[in-house]
């Protein structure tokens, strides 16, 4: 089986996620949006759906509540998640990949009542994904498309969703502690102007690790056989 999975650039792989999906007999396709993190402009095309059997399409520091800085390609990403639902791929969307999700499917995007930066309560419906504490670094919040069902939230914000063979998570299933390390390095000044210690968190990335992939890993399992079908 083949998934193609949309990176905006270099700080969002699909990382864990990507791994498990491998380990499950998937191939994988990375397509990256953005060769310069710092410049949001790309006019690259899309690849074509083809014969892939998922896509996945992962987090990223802009914003759907203002498309402006990203409009050379945000429009042609949410049609290409648009296109890939219609027909019956399944999606996975983590974060910003939600985001794409839930305004290709009608839904909308807007700023967040708080950020939620690091380790956050998860009410979840799902078992087998379970209520823990999930990670996140997000600013915006997405709404549950018309004829979809949360099937997870907190007090900030919806968490996840479900809407035929398709997934979004506000929460960052694919994290690893060395992914973790490489956003905290580039986020030291959004964490300082927001009060938050970063070798605090630093330190509980490295205790929660273990636990968060066997969690992730479930997650991924699930949404594989009870949403994608594959």
Sequence with gaps: MRALVIEHDEFGPAEGVGEHLQSQGFALEIFRVLDDPQDPVSHKPFPDLGSFDLLVVTGAIWSLANTEPIASWIHREVALVQEAHSQGTPVLGMCF??????????????????????????????????????FEW???????PEGATELARNAVSSQMFRSGRSLGTQFHPEVTPLLLDEWINQGLDEMATLGLDPDNLRTENQQRAQENRRQADRLVDWFLAEVAGL
């Design 97 to 134: 990949g939600a985001q794409v999700l839930s305004v290709a499917l009608g839904g909308e995007v807007t700023k967040s009542p708080q950020p939620e930066i690091g380790w956050c309560p998860v009410t979840s419906d799902v078992a087998e994904v379970g209520s823990g504490p999930w």
């Design 138 to 144: 997000h600013y915006d919040q997405f709404s549950v």
